[in-house]
């Protein structure tokens, strides 16, 4: 799910040597990555739902791509009885099973709080992830990045008034691709915050990019697409419940007894959707990754240096790949404020309490006088 080796690209080398479509120059040697468990079980922390927002709706924004236009999932919630005055939009990580799901808690707490501010909360799902449309086309980061961009800045955008503040949260590979585009000046919220900020897929930073494994991680790709054989390996690697159970207790979550099979079913039943195979074959093989090095991702935080403040958000139990990279962003250049909170890959879902708080501490922070 992020800079860590998910236990679908180990099926995805191990299916490949076996049935041998790719002929690797050299064996490879996996070890799945585990997050150690640390016990933060409590019921203010757990992943329950806690309050019931006022007034919540589900609806379809159009977003017009090249010739096409596709309908994009997203959540608006707000409190009844108030006018807001700024709007916070929170975008998902980008994965096999990224949904809205992950972030609603945290909307609704940050909603109904009681503060000098009235908030109102918009969650949207990516194109090809969720439960927006997933349509067959060539799924890069640039891709992505068009696509926030659009989303904050059309007329038409549920989030777009110029008589309110915009604060986007992103989680995953979703605040990288939010900070490059901040940093290009293409959005321009009053802040943003990094919530378990990542920014390589799982092979490129296991394998590396040099030209031979770009061409294997092709391969990997196009087969993915493919009728027929593509799917038989899409539903063995990702549409599998036991992958998906694995991967979120490994290290997607940082306490296994969190992941519950409701959890597991739902990211299950997003897999069956038309077009799933799309994205998680792009993500797989880096081609959804922001930048390519960790001096990249630095660079892109400290180009936000001045313009807006910037949270980003660490978490105790990332795997070990995924850590050090956010570790590199204490006291860079650019960043705000550094925070750690339990979890691992998605604090906001695991420990929504915990993450709302420090999210919403963040907004009193730099927008109540």
Not at 35 to 59: G, M, P
Not at 208 to 233: A, C, F, N
């Amino acid at each position: 799910m992020a800079i860590s080796l998910s236990s679908a690209s180990i099926h995805a080398v191990s299916y490949f040597n076996s049935v041998k479509v790719a002929s690797f120059a050299k064996p490879f040697s996996i070890r799945a990555l585990s997050a150690s468990s640390l016990d933060y079980s409590s019921s203010a922390a757990s992943v329950v739902e806690k309050r019931s927002v006022s007034s919540s709706k589900a609806d379809k924004w159009q977003w017009k791509y090249r010739d096409a236009t596709f309908n994009i999932h997203y959540e608006k919630f707000e409190k009844d009885g108030s006018e807001p005055s700024m709007n916070i939009l929170l975008v998902p990580t980008i994965s096999d099973v990224s949904t809205v799901d992950e972030w609603r808690s945290v909307a609704k707490d940050i909603v109904e709080r009681d503060g000098k501010t009235s908030l109102q909360a918009t969650i949207v799902d990516w194109p090809g992830l969720g439960y927006s449309d997933r349509p067959k086309m060539d799924y890069v980061a640039d891709v992505m990045e068009n696509f926030l961009v659009d989303f904050v800045n059309a007329a038409d955008s549920p989030v777009n008034s110029s008589a309110k503040d915009l604060v986007v949260f992103g989680g995953g590979h979703a605040a990288t691709i939010l900070a490059r585009a901040a940093t290009k000046d293409l959005v321009k919220p009053k802040a943003i915050a990094a919530v378990a900020p990542t920014w390589a897929g799982p092979l490129p930073i296991v394998f590396g990019r040099d030209s031979s494994m770009e061409s294997r991680y092709g391969l990997l790709r196009g087969t993915l697409r493919s009728p027929g054989v593509g799917w038989m390996m899409y539903n063995m690697l990702v549409s599998n419940e036991k992958a998906i159970q694995s991967q979120y207790k490994s290290h997607v979550y940082s306490n296994p007894d969190n992941v519950t099979q409701e959890i597991v079913d739902k990211r299950y039943a997003l897999t069956k959707r038309p077009g799933a195979r799309y994205v998680p074959a792009a993500f797989l093989t880096g081609l959804l990754d922001p930048v390519k090095s960790r001096e990249e991702f630095l660079k892109l935080f400290a180009g936000l240096d001045g313009k807006m403040p910037a949270l980003v958000v660490s978490t105790t139990n990332s795997p070990k790949r995924s850590k050090a990279e956010m570790e590199a962003l204490r006291g860079a250049k650019g960043v705000t404020k550094f925070i750690e909170v339990p979890g691992a890959l998605l604090p906001q879902e695991e420990y929504p309490a915990v993450v709302a708080e420090e999210l919403y501490n963040f907004l009193r922070e730099n927008f109540e006088p």
